[in-house]
């Protein structure tokens, strides 16, 4: 029987603490209900001295978001109670934003809390370039990165939000994301799991994922292996999204992922070109 002290409630102190153990220092924010976390945590760096107050970062978590936001101005589907939405700013680096290397870092970080969390280390996740995570064909994960330079009188900063869809949505997943979106547990599966956790499974999956993040940030652990070895792109077809034109209907070849995580694509006159910005999607039906 799951009592209500086992729900996967989640519990900023707790997430706190735990970082704290692992040296970690960040300053937090909790919403039940917001507009974006990216827009609170761009608001916090503002206020912010990540030097002064000697902190590694600033998390914000919300249970819910109303206007969570995508990529290229989508919006991203975050309703209540089973969904991960979390944005964490780190300082500013020109190094960090240089290419795609801080979303890479942030899609292989996800992936291997995931796999090692939920799936007992077996590789199940896939990172479709540049940071979607995706399970079984479906995108359970999406990052959505953005730079505030420093200015005048401010330190600027990173802010890395990450939106997982945990488990089965109660309302359902709207019927024009249903191919594309997924989760990762089902209800049912999801009552078994939460017997499985200290502490509930999005509370251990927010520590692990920053834990990981702030490694390869920190240390410049090699990140690069995981994500190549990740790819679910390599060897497809792709249509080329630029972002000045959404409906270029161009294909391309994925040849490689190269080291600082580019996707190397081969066009069908034999030119190839390495893509450092921009998204792709798989042709459906393979040549
Ligand atoms: C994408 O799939 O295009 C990126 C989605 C990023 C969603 C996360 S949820 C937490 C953070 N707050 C937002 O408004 N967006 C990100």
Known sequence: MINESMMDNLDIDWIKNRLKINGINICTLYYAETG???????????????????????????????????????????????????????????ELIKTVKVTSIAAVAVAEAIDELIFENKNVTGIKWVNDIY??????????????????????GVVIGIGINVYEPLCGIPNDLKNKAGYILTKEAGEINILKYEHGLRNS????????????????????????????????????????????????????????CRLAVQYDDGSIEALSSGEVSVVKKQM
């Open 36 to 94: 974006s976390t990216n827009e609170d945590a761009a608001r916090e760096i503002k206020k912010m001295d990540f030097l002064k107050n000697a902190l590694d970062g600033i998390l914000v978590i919300a249970d819910k978001q109303n206007s969570g936001r995508g990529r290229k101005g989508r919006s991203f589907f975050s309703p209540e109670g089973t969904g991960l939405y979390m944005s964490l700013a780190v300082p500013y680096s020109e």
């Open 205 to 260: 999956l927010a520590v692990s994922i920053i834990r990981k993040l702030l490694g390869y940030i920190r240390i410049n652990e090699n990140y690069y292996d995981i994500y190549k070895q990740k790819s679910i792109l390599i060897g497809k077809y792709v249509y080329i999204n630029s972002y000045k034109d959404d409906n270029n209907n161009e294909t391309a070849l994925v040849m490689d992922i190269d080291p600082e």
């Open 135 to 156: 399970i079984y064909e479906k995108k359970i994960c999406g990052i959505l990165t953005e730079a505030f330079m420093p200015e005048k009188e401010r330190a600027g």
